[in-house]
């Protein structure tokens, strides 16, 4: 059996930033606790993992797939020309030294990589090894978890000072409501950030959250930690750093997963064939966190899927929590959102009890929803919609 890990589902808080189109999370940490590595199992990509440090320079990123029982089953029973699974994106980005937050090592560059994810897989080092240094020289995770959230509370800390000068300047002069609360919470989050903690783990109301999703927070952005152990560890259960990690991020991360995983054992699953990792993991009682790691990257982003299905394809549609079917088929494509006339919809769970679409029109569960329908994980829709009308003032040339 793997090492117990932390990452029940806990009570969720609304997410403060705002991303686009594309969600990504990013992995960070000090140089050589494992990230590169990680990513390598992640994807086909292969990026420099050797033993020194700044040996990622750019970030790289890549898809990686979201495994989907439900996803399965449709492909098996509609055995379409094309099949498309969730994917999750993620980005390799360089590590982090004592200092980033004031230009050290590779600074701001580092910084502005981690700005441009929307959540963070925070790898840390539960292992010696003398080949492998550590910038810091010993290998201490907990002093590592210090560093790098204080360099992140510290760049915060400097940005929205320059956002609460002004604004405070500019109400000296001119009374503004909307304004006067955008400073209030600015002074809020100055004062959380100064205590020492996250903007992730505040108390946040749904008009506070407004103010702060459009602003460059790193400490606002969804945490899921990764402990990277040796391989007797993992398969012993036993590694001296698993326990003070969990204490640390129960302190001052509370809403944050740990998982811990294993790099050298995962690359060696990877180099086997399925029968051969089917015999060892069963003989060792364990298995591989790649699976749990990236479903714990996209949960932690609020993310779910809907499924389109059909003899020409089925194909998975990330969204987030709480998106409405307008969105939902905006994702598809703009002109679906535009033009919404109703989301066709049957729960997958009644799609496979029952076998086919016509039997769950039959037993009464084929629903049609409209505008203001919240879009749940595993629906299978068909959208109605009208096309959109042609510029009549459009001539051929």
């Not at 020309?81 to 560059?109: H, M, Q, W, Y």
């Not at 012993?236 to 698993?242: E, G, H, T, V, Y």
Request: a neutral charge; proline letters at 5%; charged letters at 30%.
């Amino acid at each position: 059996m793997p090492p117990k890990d932390d990452s029940k589902k806990k009570e969720e808080k609304p997410l403060l930033g705002r991303p686009g189109n594309t969600v990504r999370m990013g992995l960070v940490g000090m140089p050589n606790v494992g990230k590169s590595s990680l990513f390598n199992l992640l994807s086909a990509l292969q990026v420099p993992a050797e033993a020194y440090p700044f040996c990622t320079i750019d970030p790289t990123e890549t898809r990686v797939e979201v495994s989907d029982e439900r996803y399965d089953f449709l492909c098996k029973t509609f055995k379409p020309a094309s099949c498309v699974p969730a994917f999750l994106r993620v980005t390799d980005i360089a590590g982090l030294v004592k200092g980033a937050s004031e230009g050290k090592g590779l600074g701001n560059a580092f910084l502005s990589h981690i700005n441009a994810v929307d959540g963070i897989y925070h790898v840390l080092r539960g292992f010696a090894d003398k080949a492998v240094e550590h910038v810091e020289g010993e290998v201490d995770p907990v002093r590592d978890l210090d560093i790098i959230h204080n360099e992140l509370r510290q760049k915060d800390l400097a940005q929205m000072k320059t956002i609460e000068e002004p604004l405070a300047r500019a109400l000296r002069t001119k009374k503004d409501k909307v304004k006067e609360f955008e400073l209030e919470t600015i002074r809020k989050v100055l004062a959380l950030l100064e205590s020492g903690k996250d903007v992730r783990d505040g108390d946040w109301n749904s008009k506070e959250a407004e103010v702060l999703a459009p602003l460059p927070l790193l400490t606002a952005k969804p945490v899921v930690y990764l402990v990277n152990i040796l391989e007797k560890d993992f398969l012993s259960l036993k590694n001296k750093w698993l326990a003070k990690i969990q204490e640390w991020v129960k302190a001052n991360s509370p809403s944050s997963p740990v998982i811990p995983f294993s790099a050298i054992l995962e690359s060696k699953l990877k180099a086997m064939d399925a029968e051969e990792k089917k015999k060892f993991l069963e003989e060792q009682k364990t298995k591989s966190m790649v699976n749990k790691i990236i479903h714990a990257g996209y949960d932690s982003l609020r993310l779910i899927h809907y499924f389109t299905a059909g003899e020409d394809e089925v194909k998975c549609w990330t969204v987030r929590k709480g998106t409405l079917a307008p969105g939902a088929a905006g994702v598809i494509h703009s002109d679906f959102e535009k033009g919404f006339i109703c989301a066709e919809t049957m729960a997958f769970a009644d799609f496979k009890e029952l076998g086919s679409e016509s039997a769950v029109k039959a037993g009464g569960k084929y629903r049609k929803e409209g505008k203001m329908y919240e879009v749940q994980d595993g629906d299978i829709f068909n959208f109605k919609f009208n096309a959109p009308k042609q510029d009549a003032k459009k001539k051929d040339k």
